[in-house]
Every structure is written in C-alpha cells, then in structure tokens.
C-alpha cells in the first residue's frame, strides 16, 4: 500500500507506508505521523478504511493542517481538529491551510 500524493503548490508530500504489518501516514521528511489502527478507532472503520476516509478528507480540503516553520524552513505538519489551540514557539511561525489553499 505505499503510496504519496502531492499537494497542488508542491509543498507537501503526504506518504503511506506499509512497515510491518501497521500502516503509516505522515508527511515526508517530517516528524509527524499516525497509524491506521488509530484512524480505525477514531473512525470506527477497518484500518485500509480508515486510511481511505483520512487521505479523502485531507484532499478534498476538509481536514486544516498547521505547517510549523523555523528560519522559514519546514520543520513539521500535522492535521488539526482545533486550530485555536495550535501555538508556535518563539523563533518559529505557524501557518494553517488546507491540502489546496491557504487560510
């Protein structure tokens, strides 16, 4: 099941990873991550399911992303379900958008 999708401005990479036996979705060169076995539970669906239902949300823009920079460098992105409570440290700046657009 390893696969990518690319966000339309190219500044995402969105990766699916199958490693033994858990799938992984996360953006490439970038900490964070989460299983499928996670969205499984969150979704109540089986893992590939769950994994199907994260990617289609993210794509079509339903999902936010905060991408966090430091010396205008990415250094993370992660999906968020409250953006208020997403914060940046000193030194860094925290954009949210979505797959295709800026907020």
């Known amino acids: 099941m390893d696969k990518s999708v690319v966000s339309p401005d190219g500044l995402l990479e969105l990766v699916i990873e199958k490693n033994e036996g858990d799938i992984l979705i996360g953006f490439r060169g970038l900490p964070w991550h989460t299983h499928a076995d996670i969205l499984g539970q969150l979704y109540k669906l089986d893992d ?23 010396n205008r460098k990415i250094v993370d992105a992660w999906i968020t379900d409250n953006p208020s409570r997403e914060k940046a440290t000193e030194g860094e700046e925290l954009e949210i958008r979505r797959w295709d657009e800026n907020i």
């Not at 289609?56 to 920079?69: E, F, H, M, N, P």
């Open 48 to 70: 590939e399911a769950a994994v199907d239902r994260f990617i289609a949300q993210l794509v079509s823009g339903k999902s936010l992303i905060c991408v966090l920079r430091k």
